[in-house]
């Protein structure tokens, strides 16, 4: 699809299907705003004989010329015949203003599914329905119907939300940030933000690309493309509905079903997206992403005039991953030989309230110097003896120099505006509060650990997945839904360790699988019907190989009078695990809309239940990502044996978390699994119990 | 000493130490920014015979007239004998402006404590040394040597950064932002925030309290003052240096040892005090808590134009204490009647983009007349039929009819610069960034919580305090400043159970309080020498009455094995308590610098130590704040019998929290303090073992 959407952002003509001078339409604004294009426009509109003066076409097929993009702003009844239009005279690109399609009622729904088809099927690129329109700075496009228009830039920005775009570009024109293309995606119809993600990824122009999304189509997409996206280009994302209450107010906007805010936390970070958590995040954000080089470490030097602020500063610095400079000797020395007296030559390096610009830059050039300084933060007060512009003249010079990235916050109102003008210039980016210095420069360090980060690829473990399909076979012919013990085969034909275990239909076999297992064991009644096996007595723990007989008889006779028609599959005799010589973990998965399966990780009982020590991942997870749940949760230590447990054989945890994952992943069928407990010992792990939930209808 | 501090601010007469003409000097720019001042200003210096053509006074016991208020910008070398001369006189204020106090190294610490002396033997209320100065804009008052000077307004700002205070100076002003009273605090000599709050508390002028802070000089005196202010003022404060990084920079920064975070975190909170993150947050809740009424609830209303940016805010809301209103019927059939087809009727409401001003108007009418809102945020982006100035007007007219507290984030640069000012002038903020928009309601509705508050009295039980007084005396007279087991009695002695215990000397007394105790018994070797008792079998276990005897000869015989020389007290032969039969919990001790003993509660073992899960208060505390750290902590359900535990007496667990309290309040001594643990039961409570450090030189 990316082939073509070069033309949607640089197409050579455009057709605008609906244009008028109707006074407030939409067919007129977007014709306004389409002035400016270095291109050739036309209008489509069988009822008008011109357009400000331009001839109209009545329809597509009467256009004589080659057309790039069409813009359609008709009545709803009447856009899918218009892309149908397109389709079949070639063109490659649409953009679909017209608004009554999945976000109004069943009949819109209907609508929507019709474009859609007929967009796949004459491969139209289609954006849309129920855009804002595109925007794209370098051949001065604007087609969309918003108020005003962007400066040029290198941000690309993508929104679910119109209106956003509108308020964003009024104000950003006022702060002097520009843009290279905006597209308002509207109901995705066709194209979505993975679709743009791949673009501007292999897009010269765009140094930063920016989106604000109330949900994202297809997260496994997503996913993959964005990795290789962000390995060059930033993707700075503000994802809301994070809250209950917010992926309600935006399910009912968008009527798109929202996934958990788990699998987006999850999913956007194994994706690469830098997540911004609100509008102000957004652009702090790409600011210092489009004009900073990334940092070689997260070593930050603080140089201002201001105590206090550079104590805030520094505080900032105590709340994100990077961590203050320690100077070396030569930098002490220097900075102690031109600082005065009473000033601090240690980080936050404090030049004191009669600093002069001179003094600012001496110091500053310093410690960027300093090999163990990876940028730094330039905090000023203003005072009588600081030039302001000059002081911004010198920060970016020494960037410049140095070549190690810097955000300023030169603070202040009137006084600041002509320096934060040269500082735009210069691409340093300026704050008034020094932690949102800090942060920004804090999403750049992440921005690097980024594109170093070494994804790998899911093992693929030698399982006999014939087996684990049998296993799922038999629960649907049996038009269940729900697995129990029997699941176990399903771990084990994954290579997932499980006590051993048999299941057996008379009280004779009992015995003999008891003695093959050795010592006491555990017993349990297998049957579907019933659900909570130990409210009626149909576990027993710890059984002697004598009493293995009678126990078999018990639990049958418990299971037939709780409930006489139950299904009874036999009785389930397994090895006894001692619980005490390991950690208790959960392993579950379950199926999110957009990421498909999502793995939580946690230890078990109260850990999760009560703590909600959880941690989760899209699968199918590699290595270093199981790896890194292991360490993410704050009972980590626990597995390590802190406080006299047992430690944890972690790689064998982790192990087993790819090999479930491998196990979802390969069986979309599977819709809920719960290991619970894993027990965890020095020398392995075992899957003591486990349940899930099938989707009758998959395979 | 709040009585004299008006004429900090309203004086009629100044008097400037150290006036001059000198270019680029402090003394000159103060008296240059004296200049408007609405009554007299003198120049006092003994090297000139005037300022700018008014005559010089050489000392100020030259200057005939009564002066309120003395700036001091003479050398530091002759600031003190300045401060004493202005008491001899009986001026009753000070601002000393002069640095090279103690920020600068012992010799400025001496003369610090000097002017400390000499303002307090002639009650002189003085501010700084090392200050910026003060400003009163009611009568033009600006002596500080800042670059500018301040709107008029209702907030009152103090500062331990002076430069901080010239910045924020220069960003209000372009915001248009006023201020009524602004303090340099300095070095806080004499005056400290605490003075302030009290006088602002008072002041019928001042609306909302500022402060940045890098510490706090007296924690508890200023508990008690900020909690009677923010009965009716609002007090938001940044306190910096909350991170180790942070802390360290303040520290060298202002020379102060800084307290802990924690005890800072949970100090403020106790006061009523609203903590600001960061700068931009200080002045976003300073704006809504100075133009808008307190709501009565938590619900509120979101109308907008735009459903992205409804979204964000509902996202907020769902971070916050805030809830999204449910409305009622009358309401949704109201918005339903007036709103197009497209909009939703529902929180939040939609009024879809072709909103104009009267459709605006109409759904935030009906949403504030709800009752079951109690404060509404309006959003909009910017279009073509929405005049941005009309629609504040709109907004300031529905919040003065409704009496309800609104905020507004009207979207937008250069287009919503007009409505910025309409809603300023009437009142409501307004903030690009909807989260910013909630955050800074959520922070109205705390101070609604602040001021509804019943902070109660600690209680004061009936408690043996000179048998506790004895314990200590004891120790203090080995010289120790450990004790062991023998504090249990400490406990005992303000009513906290413990376990039955008796010390014994020898065999036989050991057999006899076995039998008082019935049952197994736990038995312990008491030696101040002996740190880690269980380490060297110094502690045993299920001890059954035949074993006592043994068991007491093989105690001491391992002690004195493993260290002949050990003062060894006697054995303790205690009650065996059965853990599992409750929940272990841990209460804690520490003295913080600043806010005297912190008490600290969670439950035991990996709960506070690998969970983290705990949470502080300053002492005294009362009932409803014990009852507080109950549930604060993550671990809550817990206690209340959560997953099969028994159930913990929570009455017992938040009277012994009291009781621990009242015992660390009453005995300075007590430095640090761990009862772990404190076994709960369905029944009560039981202090198992306890440790603590005393001051051997206090009691």
Redesign the interface.
Known sequence: MTQGIRGLFAPERIAVVGATERE?SVGR?IWQNLDGFDGEVVPVNPRRETVFGESCFPTLADVPHDIDLVVVVVPPESAVDVVREAGERGVENAVVVT?GFG??GSEGAARERDLQQVAEEYGVNLVGPNSLGILSTPRNLNATFG??GALPGTLSFM??????I???L??????GIGFKDVVSLGNKAVMDETDFVDFWGEDDHTGVVLG?L?GIEDGREFIETARETTRETPIVL?K???????A???S???GTLAGSEEAYEAGLDQAGVLRA????ELFDFARVLDGQPLPDGDSVAVVT????????A??????SRL??ASFGDETIDALRESLPG?A?V?N?V?TI?DADVERFRTAVDAALADENVDAAVVIS?????LDYAELAEAVVACQREHGKPMVACL??????TDAGRVLREGGVPNY?????AVRSLDALARQREITEREYGTPPNFDVDRERARDVLEQVQERGENRLGVEAMDLLDAYGIPTPKSEIVDTPEDAVNAAQDIEGDVVMKIVSPDILHKSDIGGVKVGVSPEEVYDAFEDLVTRARNYQPDATILGVQVQEQVDLDAGTETILGVNRDPQFGPLLMFGLG??FV?????TTFRVAPVTDREATEMLDEI??A??LRG??GRPSADRESVAETIQRLSQLVTDFPAILELDVNPLVATPDGVQAIDVRLTVDPDEL
Do not use: C, K
Not at 170 to 175: G, M, R, S
Not at 240 to 246: D, Q
Not at 314 to 319: L, S, Y
């Open positions: 407030g604004a608004a976000e109004a108020p005003g929104s679910q939300s119109g209106a956003f509108t308020a964003v009024d104000w950003a024109n006022d702060q604000y109330e503000v809301s509905g994070r809250t209950e209450a917010g309600q107010a935006a009912s906007h968008t958590e609100n509008v102000q005039n201001a105590g206090g602020p550079g104590v805030m520094t505080d900032a610095v105590g709340d961590s203050m009473g601090n240690y936050p404090d309230g007060a203003p005072t009588a003896v603070m202040g109102g009137e006084r600041a008034f509060d020094p932690a949102r009982g109260i239940e009560v703590m909600e020590d704050q009972a230590p626990l802190a406080r």
